[in-house]
């Protein structure tokens, strides 16, 4: 019932394509990934104290009349015994539920907060009118202590507009007020709170109440399994660095990292970003896979030209200034094994130095990539 991330986000596939620097593969991967995940069903959670008008409430959200035959039953006395599930042609990939109201159970309030099954939804709704009971402060309570979304929709306020003396202004700062202290009062956050009327769905605060729910399913949907994936991608390309690391301390096997010579800088830089899959070529492949322009990738790069990868490193720049250059040509000639020792240590300095820069780069390249594709399935529910 919950749209959750589950370990196969990290499946073998785009693991080995971002191992061996083939970004364009790992992309596709990863978006093939996302797109199964944001398919899936998310659950809306409508619960109340009782007699709050919940299931009315849930036949707007789903677009229909009291009368239709789909509806949630209606009436004075609450008909809802246990969680009932609707399907909405509004929502075709959401399932509203429509939960027993607390004051409807028979059992005490912990008894009924422990045996809803609120683990099982993405997001809840808490619905009130007349009054913001301590019971709603414990509902909102133990769903913040979940760590779900949730929003407060107090219904019904086309009656308290025709029986308040107060004005309209007025009264609606009066229903927020009362309902964010109770909430403060035990250390719940502010959670977005609608005044709407059931009877007219156009009118008050139903529109914003539409677009927030689409935004925050939106949000569901993609945000975090794009958190998982990009800790994913960021785990492979950590690792990735790791054994490259092992590799330039063990004495430049410049056969595996495909480098000729190992005191041309740029050449070294050419040969990792390649290694990672951010080299121009592999950027244009990837640029155009997500419709973006090759230069907003390397916009976000670092190591985009030897010159740059200098001013971004001050040790880079340190070990590459024409005083450190001389230093180290003379060092052989005079102190000849200790010399080239030293000589060798600057050199895996610098091949670390560039790892390190081209390595963040591959992960802002990945993030750029997550992000795009994220604006592109974040599609209204």
Not at 220 to 232: H, K, N, V, Y
Not at 259 to 268: K, V
């Amino acid at each position: 019932m919950c749209c959750s991330v589950s370990p196969e986000l990290g499946d073998r596939s785009m693991e080995k394509a971002l191992e061996e620097g083939k970004l364009l593969q790992g992309g596709l991967c990863v978006r093939e990934t996302l797109e199964t995940v944001c398919s899936a069903q998310l659950s809306i959670a409508v619960t109340e104290d009782s007699g709050n008008g919940v299931s009315s409430f849930v036949n707007v959200l789903r677009g229909l009349g009291h009368e239709e035959e789909t509806s949630a039953p209606t009436g004075v006395v609450r008909t809802i015994q246990s969680p009932t599930s609707y399907s909405s042609s509004c929502l075709p990939t959401v399932m509203p539920w429509d939960l027993p109201g607390m004051g409807a159970a028979a059992q005490s309030l912990e008894n009924h907060l422990g045996e809803m099954p609120f683990s099982q939804y993405d997001l809840f709704i808490i619905t009130a009118s007349e009054q913001f009971s301590m019971n709603h402060v414990r509902l909102a309570k133990t769903i913040q202590g979940l760590g779900k979304r949730f929003s407060i929709v107090w219904t019904k306020l086309d009656r308290d507009l025709s029986t308040s003396v107060l004005s309209e202004d007025q009264l609606l700062q009066n229903i927020r007020g009362n309902i964010w202290e109770n909430l403060q009062k035990r250390g719940i956050c502010e959670p977005p709170t609608f005044l709407v009327s059931n009877h007219d769905p156009l009118l008050h605060d139903f529109p914003w109440l539409r677009d927030t729910l689409y935004r925050d399913l939106s949000d569901i949907r993609c945000c975090s399994p794009l958190q998982t994936l990009s800790q994913i991608c960021h785990k492979i390309v950590n690792d990735k660095v790791t054994s490259l690391q092992e590799k330039i301390s063990s004495g430049f096997s410049q056969d595996t990292l495909g480098i000729q010579d190992a005191d041309d800088l740029g050449e070294c830089l050419d040969a990792y970003r390649l290694l990672f899959g951010v080299d121009d070529g592999s950027l244009q492949q990837v640029a155009q896979s997500v419709g973006k322009s090759v230069e907003e990738f390397r916009a976000a790069m670092k190591s985009q030209d030897l010159p740059t990868l200098c001013r971004a490193d001050w040790r880079l720049s340190f070990m590459t200034c024409v005083v450190m250059k001389a230093v180290l040509s003379t060092l052989p000639t005079y102190i000849p094994v200790l010399g080239d020792l030293v000589i060798h240590y600057f050199r895996r300095m610098k091949h670390r130095c560039i790892l390190d820069v081209v390595a963040e780069d591959t992960k802002a390249v990945l993030r750029k990539v997550l992000t795009s594709m994220k604006a592109d399935l974040a599609i209204v529910p």
